[in-house]
């Protein structure tokens, strides 16, 4: 078994075993496979350099991307192996080998995230990584939903191809200084707002006649064969907290989502954000899983 840089020819079989692992019909296994190759594509990501290859036997065992955040000094790990080989040595040693190309690149934390209590969790601690935030996995799946109760001096609009800018700027208001967030740039944004799970209908605007106050950034993907809503990220310009409109673009993004999905809509937030789970309770979330976010430091 041996670990090494991907390299072109690896593309193909990359996809197929990202498609192969944690999918369990083909609708799954697609968008796995589509959401990698387009990730392996993304604006400043050199998968020769970032993403490295367990391999045994000549076959894809397993690997390990490595996003860097030099704006803040942070990395991010995600790592996919066979069934397997979950919590084995060799994954332990896929993710050491992800925390020195890192280390390498000057960051001084690095993040992964799992789902709930595996073995994996006390295999990423022997490795000196702790649970550092956990995050509720919740969903809505009412029958009705939620009216929009919108006041005068608002409006709600879809984004446009010709929005990124927009988009970009009330992301980075709205998230610089949170935990675990990165300011993104216009072509990032761009970029992702036409990935293949994201529709512009899906990402919705809160606005009044001067200022882009709210947004929410919904998403598409697979649930068991079936299609689920995902609200990806959803915030308020700082200058407008406290007036009750994340409940109005909360709303507006469920409605939205509601007319494309199928199976349900979830999101995820902080165990910690007390006043942000109560919304979401309060127009029909529920708890259905929890993920925990794992820390290193060098």
Request: hydrophobic share 35%; glycine share 6%.
């Amino acid at each position: 078994m041996q670990i090494r840089y991907f390299n072109e020819t690896d593309r193909e079989p990359l996809l197929e075993f990202a498609g192969s692992v944690q999918a369990n019909n083909p609708k799954d296994s697609q968008y796995r496979s589509q959401e990698l190759s387009e990730i392996l594509q993304q604006p400043g990501f050199n998968p020769k350099t970032s993403c490295l290859i367990l391999e045994k036997d000549d076959h894809i065992a397993g690997y390990c991307i490595v996003f860097s955040e030099k704006l803040i000094q942070r990395a991010v790990l995600a790592t996919d192996v066979r069934i397997d080989l979950e919590a084995s040595g060799s994954e332990a040693k896929l993710i050491q080998s992800g925390l020195e190309l890192a280390k390498t690149r000057d960051a001084s934390v690095a993040h992964l995230c799992l789902g709930s209590e595996t073995p994996r969790s006390a295999m990423l601690e022997d490795v000196g990584f702790h649970n550092a935030r956990t995050y509720l996995h919740m969903l809505w799946d009412e029958e009705t939903p939620p009216d929009t109760k919108i006041p005068p001096e608002y409006s709600v609009s879809l984004y446009t191809s010709q929005d990124a800018q927009k988009l970009t700027d009330i992301q980075n208001a709205a998230f610089t200084g949170s935990w675990g967030f990165c300011p993104n740039t216009a072509e990032e944004i761009e970029y992702r707002s036409n990935m293949s799970n994201t529709r512009h209908e899906c990402i919705v605007f809160l606005e009044n006649k001067i200022d882009v106050v709210g947004y929410c950034w919904g998403c598409l993907g697979p649930n068991e064969g079936n299609t689920r809503g995902i609200i990806s990220m959803i915030g308020i310009h700082p200058d407008y907290r406290g007036k009750g409109l994340s409940q109005i673009i909360l709303t507006a993004g469920i409605n939205k989502l509601n007319e494309l999905s199928t199976d349900g809509i979830s999101l995820h937030v902080d165990s910690n954000n007390t006043p942000a789970i109560k919304l979401y309770q309060s127009v029909g979330f529920r708890e259905i899983d929890r993920l925990h976010w794992y820390e290193y430091t060098f």
